[in-house]
């Protein structure tokens, strides 16, 4: 997925009126301001209850569902591209926090009102978490080359931890 989907697919959802912010590794890009390695998806938290206008501005450009995990996550793919975008909802409380459900019932995601930040994308800001929630996603699992890269990016310009 390039820059320009990235940013066409972010504009579509705000002409919606969707609110997203950017995860995944055009996350970690998006607050390095640079795109550091090539990314095969665009990962998007979204407000649960906008799921519906989520699902139909990107099925006019051609999207559809391919992947139903809900209420974890889905995937919605535009045929013939290759462009996908793995959408995660999320419910948020007064206070900004959000939570998003997880394989495990008893131990959602949680996103602390802080992490909800801005970043760049080609020279664009635009919505993404946090580095250190950046950091919380990319535990409890055997991390693969594209992890390992983007964690060493996040702890060279950060200089945060990281657990590889």
């Known amino acids: ?7 066409t697919v972010l504009a579509l959802l705000r002409k919606a009126g969707a609110d997203v912010w950017i995860a995944g590794g055009w996350g970690i890009d998006a607050l ?8 095969r998806d665009l990962d998007l938290l979204h407000r649960a209850e906008q799921e519906p206008l989520v699902v139909e501005a990107l099925s006019r450009e051609g999207f559809t569902e391919t992947l139903d995990w809900r209420p974890v996550r889905f995937v919605l793919s535009r045929h013939g591209t290759g462009d996908e975008t793995d959408l ?7 206070d900004g926090s959000a939570v998003q459900s997880s394989p495990d019932p008893g131990r959602p995601f949680v996103y602390p009102a802080e ?13 993404c978490i ?9 535990q409890g699992y055997e991390p693969s080359d594209r992890d390992r890269h983007d964690m060493a990016r996040l702890r060279e310009a950060f200089g945060i931890a990281t657990h590889f």
Do not use: I, K, N
Request: hydrophobic content about 40%; charged content about 10%.
């Open 1 to 7: 997925m390039t820059a320009d989907t990235v940013l």
């Open 32 to 39: 390095l301001a640079a795109q550091t390695r090539p990314h």
């Open 88 to 94: 995660h909802p999320l419910s948020f409380a007064p």
């Open 115 to 127: 992490c909800f930040t801005t970043g760049t994308v080609d020279g664009v800001s635009v919505a």
């Open 130 to 138: 946090s580095p250190e929630q950046q950091v919380r996603f990319h």
